[in-house]
């Protein structure tokens, strides 16, 4: 199993980004998906939460700025921002829970970079 994250780049305060994460290979079941960032000197943290059900959970400091979505059939995820700050300048992760039938695990994609600058 492979997690694929794109669509960071550099982008100036205010501005949108769209990020994807794509799983790939043996996947039986995909449960939960997460985005995750980790700003330089800090510890990775979660951003947002969504279930197979599509309940969808939100650190404060994003309530209203990110929306996170995914298609079941097409085992995708996808983190849209808006009004990003300089704070929300990360290396941004996205994870999986999938059962590969023979067990659940958790699978972490490679991370993309969003820089927030003017």
């Known amino acids: 199993v492979q997690l694929q994250a794109s669509g960071g780049g550099l982008v100036q305060p205010g501005g949108s980004l769209r990020l994807s994460c794509a799983a790939s290979g043996r996947i039986f079941r995909l449960a939960d998906m997460g985005w995750y960032r980790q700003a330089p000197g800090k510890q990775r943290e979660l951003v947002a939460t969504v279930t197979s059900g599509g309940d969808t959970d939100y650190v404060d400091a994003v309530k209203g700025r990110l929306t996170i979505s995914r298609d079941n059939a097409k085992n995708t995820g996808n983190l849209q921002m808006y009004s990003l700050g300089p704070e929300d300048t990360a290396v941004y992760y996205c994870?999986?829970?999938?059962?590969?039938?023979?067990?659940?695990?958790?699978?972490w994609g490679q991370g993309t970079q969003v820089t927030v600058s003017s």
């Open positions: 994870r999986a829970k999938i059962w590969n039938n023979d067990y659940w695990d958790n699978y």
